[in-house]
């Protein structure tokens, strides 16, 4: 396969969505696969007791290191010597923002491994550890806190699987894409399609007019006017705490 995905969570079964849609295919194809692994598996106690209190004291319970290290001690077993060894994601809402920059950076590793936690976190030791034996990258979705890494992981698998060659049938729309005013720092503009006129709202006249240059100028104005309504910080502008 062109890309190799590992995932280490409590909850396996989130990444069988995966399964479908167009990543699936590709799963299907062999372009991509995906081992999912299940933290407990590396537990001794009838319990199967993955985290504990806090040292320090304060509210929840925090990921105890040993599962975390077997289970990344079985990855590097998975990988044959002289073979690389997988980026290490570790899904947290304190990791630098992924992005699409990131996204494209990452599909062009070889194997990736996403270490799903829940949000009080995972022993810190097991990041400076692994730092030992792997590339981490500590990544958040966004600045807001879900109940788990796992959904993050889904939403930036997809984001990269998409971006590996082949799994997008039409590679056009990934150069469109390159060249969009999204990554160059921009929101898109809006999008129309036929019928012309829909319950009494045409579609802006220009976008009818066959004049190409007239169209990019329309779409980029929509595209700088939105940005600076939405995301002035994307233009250098101080950004909304909202
Ligand atoms: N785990 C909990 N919240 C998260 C977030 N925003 N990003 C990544 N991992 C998370």
Excluded at 16 to 38: P, Y
Excluded at 40 to 59: I, K, S
């Amino acid at each position: 396969p062109a890309l190799r995905l590992d995932t280490i969570s409590i909850f396996p079964q989130y990444f069988d969505v995966l399964r479908l849609s167009l990543i699936g295919k590709a799963l299907a194809a062999g372009l991509i696969e995906l081992h999912t692994h299940d933290l407990r598996e590396f537990t001794h106690d009838r319990h199967r007791t993955v985290d504990d209190t806090p040292y320090g004291g304060g509210a929840g319970m925090v990921m105890k290191p040993e599962p975390w290290g077997e289970a990344l001690d079985a990855l590097l077993g998975s990988c044959p010597p002289g073979t690389e060894r997988p980026v290490l994601v570790f899904t947290t809402p304190s990791g630098e923002p992924f992005t699409q920059r990131v996204a494209g950076q990452l599909a062009s590793a070889p194997r990736l491994a996403f270490a799903c936690g829940r949000y009080e976190g995972i022993d810190k030791r097991v990041m400076v550890w692994a730092r030992e034996y792997f590339e981490v990258r500590e990544l958040s979705l966004g600045d807001y806190v879900l109940n788990g890494g796992e959904v993050a992981a889904l939403a930036m698998i997809e984001a990269i699987v998409r971006l590996v060659p082949g799994v997008i049938g039409n590679p056009e729309s990934l150069v469109e894409e390159s060249y969009s005013p999204h990554t160059e720092g921009m929101l898109e503009y809006p999008v129309y399609t036929k019928p012309a006129r829909w319950r009494g709202l045409d579609v802006p006249p220009v976008l009818l007019s066959g004049d190409h240059g007239a169209v990019d100028d329309w779409r980029a104005a929509r595209s700088l006017e939105t940005t600076r309504a939405r995301r002035p910080d994307l233009l250098g502008q101080p950004p909304s705490r909202s």
